[in-house]
């Protein structure tokens, strides 16, 4: 019986939920395949933990599905998902990609302030005149 495993990864207003299950190494994104992805930047960054794997990744496939956030937190979010699910199924590669990155595994909480009332920006105030 092949059992699934199921991770949440977070970066900003991003969130993807990924399963990892036996299979032939094919990475999937919201219904496509990563690498059919056209921004090649994006591509890069999501695809750093399969290249840091050593070809382990082949002997699993991976479903992303990913809401919220802009193109370089969608990147950043799918790249920690990958990782964190590698890790899950092989434990060998998680000093590996400790050392390569920390945010590979560990999730990044920050997000942007919310702007406040009477104000151009979240800390910005109007300039005032003396004269």
């Known amino acids: 019986m092949k059992k699934n495993t199921i991770i949440v990864a977070k970066r900003k207003t991003a969130i993807a939920n990924a399963i990892i299950k036996e299979g032939t190494g094919n ?12 921004d090649r930047l994006f591509r890069e960054i999501a695809s750093e933990p399969i290249e840091l794997s050593d070809e382990l990744y082949k002997k699993y496939d991976i479903t992303i599905t ?30 590996k990609f400790l ?11 920050r997000q942007t302030e919310a702007q406040k009332p009477y104000r151009s920006a979240a800390r910005a105030l109007k300039q005032t005149s003396y004269r």
Not at 76 to 92: F, G, N, P, W
Not at 99 to 109: A, F, G, I, Q, S
Request: charged letters at 30%; aromatic letters at 8%; a positive charge.
């Open 66 to 95: 990913i809401t919220g956030g802009g193109q370089v937190a969608r990147a950043q979010t799918i790249r920690s998902a990958i990782a964190k699910s590698l890790v899950k199924k092989e434990k060998s590669l998680k000093k």
């Open 27 to 38: 990475v999937f994104v919201n219904g496509k395949s990563l690498y059919s992805f056209n």
């Open 99 to 109: 050392e390569y990155d920390r945010t590979l595994l560990v999730d990044d909480k």
